[in-house]
DNA sequence: CATTTATGATAGTATTACTATTACATTTGC
DNA sequence: GCAAATGTAATAGTAATACTATCATAAATG
């Protein structure tokens, strides 16, 4: 049960919240606030008073609410390839991790415990609910730069090598695996919230269907 | 040149904003200004100085930002399937139908001169740059109730039938058209600001035969 | 001509998103 | 064991935001 540590880009927090007890308390609390409440309804000064501490000592790690919630889907992203990395190695063919990854990006996950300071679950259904918001903005091209998007760069790129493993001549790897990985989260959502945009009841072995079949049918040379 | 009319759910104004002049003043300034500084920073009293009128007149046709974004997005969606629908009488199959659909999802859009006040090429941007905010809050159940996303249902349900004239055994068209209207948009988006996650250089040819493809290979019996 | 409707002008409130300062407790380095 | 650095709490303050309310007036309508 060693421990394992998620590498996201110092631009992402003003002192880094790994290194200190309440660095990982404000992580853990932001999630499960963030999860519950929304992350427009969230304030410092309500995650300071979770945490039985003040508004001012949050800020001392984040500079806003926007960088926090890009850190902490930045940190989804990083853990999800570690994971990802690590199924691989019991698998050989590309179609099958690609079956794998797909898989991850849609189940429920469980606590990974060796990082006992972040639900992995929760902060799942924190991605599926807020992802697009981190890039959806005027400041989209400054905070590219600073490297607020590397963990969703690096899995599209992870995701689209296998696939030209499986046929080097598909034309669309990045495109495609940006927009499963997409899918993954907004048929997630639209299976809760807006039914009439999915075609899964419940569970989400329909979604990992519909995902599965897509890719490879795209994939594929005919 | 006569008018045309795009139904938008009364529940997603205040006051009917296109029966009046600065309603439609309204619409056409707040997408001029949305489009430009982006949303977030948008307030009600930066519209109302851009139309040289108030704060208050805003908030008699719009509850918030967020109600009229709604409203303007649904206005889109609705419009985009008028548009469609007069450009499939030309066309015969399923197939053309829908590849002609991705083709005005994507291409950029000429102004429609029977709606003067409205711009739809900058509306369309618009969508590319803010369409899930809309329904990515924790109020999207009961807005769901309201008709928020009616626009948007009804273009996925347009273009699922097409997919099932096609093949009526498959499985996803719900699914399978959420996801190529949404890549549709996102990947417009990554092609200009993110583009590590897109595969098109520029034009909107590539994102064209990417999603054409993608649809058809998704949909074919094989 | 009377009245409804539309708009403009102004004021006010609670909340948000910060910034700054001070003080104190704890850890660490020597 | 002491000094310095670090981490945190407490408090105060500011500018902007997201509204709500009221009143006056102009224009349209019946």
Not at 80 to 99: G, R
Not at 172 to 197: G, K, N
Request: glycine residues 4%; charged residues 25%; contains cysteine.
């Amino acid at each position: 049960m060693n421990a394992l540590n998620i590498s996201v880009s110092a631009k992402l927090y003003n002192k880094n919240p790994e290194e200190t007890e309440l660095g990982k308390r404000i992580l853990s609390k932001s999630i499960e606030l963030m999860e519950e409440i929304g992350y427009e309804h969230v304030t410092f000064k309500k995650i300071g008073l979770a945490l039985e501490s003040t508004e001012a000592s949050v800020y001392r790690y984040f500079q806003n609410k926007h960088q926090l919630l890009a850190y902490l889907i930045n940190w989804y992203w990083g853990w999800l390839e570690v994971k990802m990395a690590q199924e691989f190695m019991m698998l050989n063919s590309a179609e099958d991790k690609l079956k794998r990854a797909i898989q991850l990006l849609v189940m429920p996950m469980d606590e990974d415990e060796r990082i006992p300071h972040i639900d992995e679950g929760t902060l799942q259904r924190l991605v599926v609910a807020e992802y697009p918001k981190i890039y959806l903005t005027k400041e989209v091209d400054a905070e590219n730069e600073e490297g607020y998007f590397l963990g969703y760069k690096r899995l599209c790129d992870t995701l689209g090598n296998l696939a030209l493993q499986i046929n080097p001549a598909y034309k669309y790897p990045h495109s495609l695996f940006s927009t499963v990985i997409s899918a993954a989260q907004s048929q997630q959502f639209f299976t809760e919230h807006l039914p009439r945009l999915s075609d899964a009841n419940k569970g989400s072995g329909t979604i990992v269907q519909f995902l599965t079949e897509m890719t490879l049918n795209s994939i594929q040379k005919r």
